[in-house]
């Protein structure tokens, strides 16, 4: 398998599934605990949705932060293992599907938000599920993705497009083989919501309460058709 591409993504995080599931519930993610499970949580109810699909949902806990404020919820992912963790704790409706599924239409309805928290990892299954997005997205929808913020995430390496090995620093001895991860400069995030259709209407970068620098990036971004909004 190559060591640098969306199905090794797959592979890694299937073999993570009880150590990601303890870290998230017992609330040992520093960053996720101070700033960014928040911000994730507001940039969604601040669209006043009634449904919402979670792309990449993990063990679910976004979808249960949101069970009280929205009537419909979708929380789906391509590793069974942590759906069948989601579906065990509840708070709406848990899919196994991965994103080339999505993007060839797989969910049978559309959502008034689509929400991609820390989730869009790889290379060619992102694109193909942001291409997808009408698919899955209201004509007033919005899709909100939460990621790490390129001008911190990049390190001492080019700032270029391009895959990136993994880490499980800061994380406990029983995380084994960390997940590549595709990095994005902040421009071509831009312009891989451009290309599909999509504007940005609201970025926010939510600071470590500690350091005071991002600790990640969230966009906001309606079909170009429908908005003329700048971004805020």
């Known amino acids: 398998m190559n060591p640098f591409s969306d199905a090794k993504v797959i592979d890694s995080w299937s073999k993570n599934v009880?150590?990601?599931t303890s870290a998230v519930?017992?609330?040992?993610i520093e960053t996720r605990q101070c700033v960014t499970n928040q911000a994730i949580v507001d940039a969604v109810l601040q669209q006043s949705p009634e449904s919402v699909?979670?792309?990449?949902?993990?063990?679910?806990?976004?979808?249960?932060?949101?069970?009280?404020?929205?009537?419909?919820?979708?929380?789906?992912?391509?590793?069974?293992?942590?759906?069948?963790?989601?579906?065990?704790?509840g708070g709406g409706e848990f899919r196994v599907a991965s994103y080339?599924?999505?993007a060839q239409g797989v969910i049978d309805r559309?959502?008034?938000?689509?929400?991609?928290?820390f989730s869009l990892i790889g290379k060619e299954s992102?694109?193909?599920?942001?291409?997808?997005t009408p698919m899955f997205l209201k004509p007033d929808g919005v899709l909100i993705v939460q990621t790490l913020h390129p001008l911190m995430a990049g390190g001492d390496l080019p700032y270029c497009d391009g895959w990136r090995a993994g880490s499980w620093a800061g994380f406990d001895a029983s995380f084994i083989d960390p997940a590549p991860w595709y990095f994005r400069t902040l421009k071509?995030?831009?312009?891989?919501?451009?290309?599909?259709?999509?504007?940005?209407?609201?970025?926010?970068?939510?600071?470590d309460p500690k350091t005071q620098q991002p600790a990640s990036i969230i966009f906001s971004a309606v079909s170009a058709a429908g908005s003329e909004d700048a971004p805020s």
Do not use: K, T
């Open 18 to 20: 009880s150590q990601w």
């Open 25 to 28: 519930r017992l609330g040992q």
């Open 53 to 89: 699909i979670d792309i990449g949902c993990g063990e679910g806990w976004l979808v249960r932060a949101l069970s009280p404020h929205a009537v419909q919820l979708l929380g789906v992912d391509a590793v069974p293992s942590l759906v069948e963790q989601a579906r065990a704790l």
């Open 100 to 102: 080339e599924a999505i």
């Open 110 to 117: 559309r959502f008034d938000v689509a929400v991609c928290n």
């Open 126 to 132: 992102v694109e193909q599920l942001i291409a997808a």
């Open 188 to 207: 071509n995030w831009f312009a891989l919501l451009s290309v599909n259709g999509l504007r940005v209407i609201d970025i926010s970068e939510p600071l």
